[in-house]
């Protein structure tokens, strides 16, 4: 059985830190590109960004509202990616999920399993 | 960046009704990159359609997807209670990500 679990989310100031981490489980985590969406309360989902696969070089790239300040990487021999989150605001208030990114053939694909999603609350 | 715009913002019908969704592209997105999940209230998102007209495993065949271009459309032929959710389009092109904001289907 496939699994996702997220942890880490929690309450923190503007201007702060976290991480978060993607356990996963069940699946060649390897040779997947796993990718953060969040949702902030009420609102629709947005990408935040992704990792490639050791093959792929664990190529990022972002969404233009977190460059620069997250930072996606991953630990292969732990089967877990990570999201690390600098220099918050307020609007990155959010539920923040990892998915991973299925490819079926000819570059055809989406997000075929999702984590719960943790949440991150950031406020004064 | 390629903004997806979906239409009508809530769709209110009665089960066993046809439900049309569209997405709409800024620009033009590959039919290879354009995807629609479904959302629950507290639930994570759920992948029906990849490649406009795929179905994901396990997605029922009265979900089917169509377009190109700049049109892409959802349909759900005979609308189940378990169908009452909020929809989601997506197109993936240079190295990034976008969704559309969304089409809520709640009970007429």
């Known amino acids: 059985e496939v699994q996702l679990v997220e942890s880490g989310g929690g309450l923190v100031q503007p201007g702060g830190s976290l991480k978060l981490s993607c356990a996963a489980s069940g699946f060649t985590f390897s040779g997947s590109a796993m990718h953060w969406v969040r949702q902030a309360s009420g609102k629709g989902l947005e990408w935040v960004g992704r990792i490639r696969s050791k093959a792929n070089s664990y190529a990022t790239a972002y969404a233009a509202s977190v460059k620069g300040r997250f930072t996606i990487s991953r630990d292969d021999s732990k089967n877990t990616a990570y999201l690390q989150m600098n220099s918050l605001k307020t609007e990155d208030t959010a539920v923040y999920y990892c998915?991973?990114?299925?490819?079926?053939?000819?570059?055809?694909?989406?997000?075929?399993?999702w984590g719960q999603g943790t949440l991150v609350t950031v406020s004064s | 960046e390629i903004v997806l715009t979906q239409s009508p913002g809530t769709l209110s019908l009665s089960p066993g009704e046809r439900a049309t969704l569209s997405c709409r592209a800024s620009q033009s997105v590959s039919s290879s990159y354009l995807a629609w999940y479904q959302q629950k209230p507290g639930q994570a998102p759920r992948l029906l359609i990849y490649?406009?007209?795929s179905r994901a495993t396990g997605i029922p065949d009265r979900f089917s997807g169509s377009g190109s271009g700049t049109d892409f459309t959802l349909t759900i032929s005979r609308l189940e209670p378990e169908d009452f959710a909020v929809y989601y389009c997506q197109q993936y092109g240079s190295s990034t990500f976008t969704f559309g904001p969304g089409t809520k289907v709640d009970i007429k």
């Open positions: 490649g406009a007209s």
């Open positions: 998915t991973r990114k299925w490819i079926a053939a000819a570059g055809k694909g989406g997000f075929d399993y």
